[in-house]
């Protein structure tokens, strides 16, 4: 029970079941993405860049995988320092730049936004905060609807940036979001059954932990990791499957759990040159993904089939936000209020 | 004494040692890159694109910097797996597509290169390998000549890669690298001066670390750590200055040392937003960077000064990668050949 007699951890589990309802509720107002797909369409962009800080970079991680796989087009992420601390003014014409926020409310991408539109750029503001200075900032922008977030870490309004980034991209290629429509059931069936307590205990008193997917699964790594730092404050450090193999592979060791995104499709398909070296440096291995894949695993957790895999990572991420919440609790910890840092936070 | 005869460290410091003649020997060698900057200007590039892996992927984070900054133009680092597991074909008209590794051998990146070339890229290969599949590969190709380097982990393979991709971006915004002459002299200077042993029986017993920068000194950032975690074990993390803030702060305590990289100019400017925030979390501070900023840290390694910003990641790694070794030793392990890993890794 914490001091403003809210059971310690209920804030983040109340945001974490709302994902299902607020995405069908994304999905009702498709018309609103086609509008903004359509203003898009008539300055088609031959470069998208993206810019996003924290969770919110993980939503524009995954964006730029939909980019350069469903539209064929090169995209970037943002360094907003390149605008901010050094000042420079790139060209931008021809280019689609995508600023995603939860709050709306940094200066470094308020700044970004300003100057990506002084440069010739056409610019998208992807917030959780209708009324803010990214929104008014950017020509166009898309709220995500995820409503008040009460927990400090970003968790329902993680899974609305990713459906609204993929809602748009879907629009700009001419279709409608329709593969999308299952999605909310299948989300559901998954919060119903899951039980990630018995998964906390195994972790309890682990420091360090190393997260991997590819693909469309790698923003998922990187998101997961960073729920379990923020709540758990563990070392969680996530790495692309083919990266973890370039160096970080050393430092695995039966201490260092490693925690694998192994959906079907593509990118659990290429996690299979990544897998055996991992369990031949002897660490414990926990998969989320298909059920061949949990099969081969120490532990895991099944997704339920049937989400098109550029949709997978709006289920893949739900069992590491719940085990988000029961490890901070097993710890001592209070996973709706993490020490050290505040919802909003405004970067230079 | 390894196996090899060879005492453990001892092939690491030697390729570490040879860098500033490295440095000098690439600047001889500038003409090379008038002859490709020249190439470059035939087809003015309007979006950069970068596709690297491991240590080179840091040398790309580099590049992609000098290429916002000094070029003004938009870049990306590439997602290897889009173009190869997801086999796309992006529209790549108008895109310089610098692709860089140490071996020229890893096969996701001649598929990245030839996929480039199909969709319209100008690539180029920057290896250490003149004779490799990526350098025969792309359109053009450039040496670093770092020679044969015989630890696994990247050292001198690195900053000549820097220096490398510095060249390249100076010599195509119409200059000639000139204000790289000074680096070799200053890079010796600090060599002589390194002594990262007090500081390897500081960190004996540490399991977890965080390393953090901004601007040009963020890869600095990413390399260092991935060198820690390569040769000494250690679960180091990287995160810019500002992702720091958005969430990872909460991790941070009086358990988890943080190195920060603070040079004089604006990437240390641009850290006096988080320094604050690292000390109020309790945790240990170290400082690589310049006198003003190691003076309010806990300890540190003062930069020798004279090195314009954007050449000071040459600098920066070098404290570094002695620490890694010298942590490595104390620790038991042998630096030069790190176990599960190889020098070569080929990821698809």
């Given at each position: 029970m914490t001091a403003e007699g809210v059971p310690a951890g209920e804030l983040m589990a109340a945001?974490?079941?709302?994902?299902?309802?607020?995405?069908?509720?994304?999905?009702?107002?498709?018309?609103?993405?086609?509008?903004?797909?359509?203003?898009?369409?008539?300055?088609?962009?031959?470069?998208?860049?993206?810019?996003?800080?924290?969770?919110?970079?993980h939503a524009a991680l995954y964006a730029k995988y939909l980019v350069e796989i469903l539209l064929g087009l090169p995209a970037g992420l943002v360094s907003p320092s390149t605008m901010t601390a050094y000042a420079t003014q790139p060209h931008m014409r021809d280019v689609l730049l995508l600023v995603v926020s939860q709050s709306g409310h940094s200066p470094d991408l308020v700044r970004t936004v300003e100057t990506g539109r002084r440069g010739g750029a056409l610019t998208i503001a992807v917030t959780n905060t209708a009324d803010s200075p990214l929104a008014r900032a950017a020509q166009l922008h898309?709220?995500?609807?995820?409503?008040?977030?009460?927990?400090?870490?970003?968790?329902?309004?993680?899974?609305?940036?990713?459906?609204?980034?993929?809602?748009?991209?879907?629009?700009?290629?001419?279709?409608?979001?329709?593969?999308?429509?299952r999605v909310p059931d299948l989300g559901e069936a998954l919060l119903a059954k899951a039980d990630l307590a018995p998964l906390a205990t195994r972790y309890r008193f682990a420091q360090r932990m190393v997260l991997t997917g590819r693909g469309y699964a790698y923003p998922t790594a990187r998101e997961a990791g960073?729920?379990?730092?923020?709540?758990?404050?563990?070392?969680?450090?996530?790495?692309?499957?083919?990266?973890?193999?370039?160096?970080?592979?050393?430092?695995?060791?039966?201490q260092i759990p490693v925690l694998a995104i192994v959906p079907s499709g593509v990118a659990g398909a290429a996690m299979e040159q990544v897998l055996p070296r991992i369990r031949t440096a002897g660490a414990d291995l926990f998969v989320v993904g298909s059920q061949e894949a949990?099969?081969?695993?120490?532990?895991?957790?099944?997704?339920?089939?049937?989400?098109?895999?550029?949709?997978?990572?709006?289920?893949?991420?739900?069992?590491?936000?719940?085990?988000?919440?029961h490890l901070a609790l097993i710890r001592g910890?209070?996973?709706?209020?993490?020490?050290?840092?505040?919802?909003?936070?405004?970067?230079?």
């Open positions: 945001d974490i079941a709302e994902q299902p309802r607020l995405w069908r509720a994304l999905l009702a107002r498709r018309a609103e993405f086609a509008t903004v797909a359509a203003k898009v369409a008539a300055h088609p962009p031959r470069f998208v860049l993206l810019a996003a800080r924290g969770t919110s970079d898309l709220d995500v609807g995820a409503g008040t977030e009460r927990a400090v870490a970003a968790t329902k309004s993680y899974t609305a940036q990713l459906l609204a980034l993929y809602l748009l991209v879907d629009h700009i290629r001419g279709r409608t979001g329709a593969a999308a429509d960073l729920k379990l730092m923020e709540t758990s404050y563990i070392s969680a450090q996530a790495f692309s499957g083919a990266d973890l193999l370039h160096g970080p592979l050393a430092m695995l060791d039966a949990v099969a081969q695993a120490d532990a895991g957790f099944v997704l339920p089939p049937g989400a098109p895999e550029e949709l997978s990572p709006l289920l893949e991420i739900l069992p590491f936000q719940l085990l988000a919440i910890e209070n996973p709706d209020a993490p020490r050290s840092i505040r919802k909003i936070t405004d970067t230079m």
